[in-house]
C-alpha cells in the first residue's frame, strides 16, 4: 500500500486545485491545436504528440467556469492506459508544485460547497505556503481527474479522415458519426 499521494496543484481560472500526479506523464507549454469538427467546448483540439495527434481536453467546464485563450500556459499529458489506450492532454492555466501529501491529511469536502461538481472531488487538503515575507494555510480541492476525464470522453476521441478530424460519440449505435 502506498504511503504518500503525489499531487500536482494547478491553477484554473482563479483557484487553485490537486490533481494526482501518478497520471500525469509531463507537463509542457501549450499545444497548438487543430479544431475538431463539431466538438463540445471541453475539447480544445487535436494537437501534434510526438508521432501521433492527441485529444486536448478542457477540464474547466465541469468545475463551472470558462476559461480565457491568453491565460492557458501549461498542457498537462495524461499518461497512455490512464484513461484510454491513447495519450491525452490536459489544458490549465499553470502548474505551481509537486506536492506529496499522506492520505490522513485529506479531508471530507463539505459537499454544499462543491455543488454541481461533487462527483469530482475526492476532498479537501490543507497546505502550507512559505514564503520570503510570511507562511499562510490554504485549503485546496482534491479533484478526480480520472472521474472528470472519463465522464468527458465518449469511446474514441476523434480519428483522422483525409483533411480534417471527425467526432466520434460512443453510443449504442458504434458506426453513427455526428
Known sequence: MQDHLTLIEILLGRDRYLIDGDMIDKFVRPLK??????????????????????????????????????????????????????????????????????????????????????????????????????????LLLYLNLYKMLTDLLRGRIARPSPDFYIWRWDSTDKTKTV
Not at 463540445?40 to 480565457?68: F, H, Q, T
Open 33 to 138: 491545436t487543430m479544431s475538431v469538427y463539431d466538438a463540445p467546448p471541453y475539447i480544445e483540439g487535436m494537437a501534434k504528440w510526438g508521432d501521433e495527434m492527441i485529444p486536448v481536453i478542457n477540464i474547466a467546464p465541469l468545475l463551472g467556469m470558462e476559461r480565457d485563450e491568453s491565460s492557458k500556459q501549461r498542457t498537462l499529458i495524461v499518461h497512455k492506459g490512464s484513461v484510454s489506450e491513447h495519450e491525452m492532454a490536459v489544458s490549465v492555466d499553470d502548474v505551481f508544485n509537486v506536492r506529496t501529501v499522506l492520505p490522513g491529511d485529506i479531508m471530507p469536502a463539505d459537499i454544499s460547497a462543491c455543488e454541481g461538481m461533487e462527483e469530482y472531488v475526492k476532498g479537501l487538503i490543507r497546505l502550507k505556503i512559505v514564503t520570503d515575507e510570511n507562511e499562510e494555510e490554504i
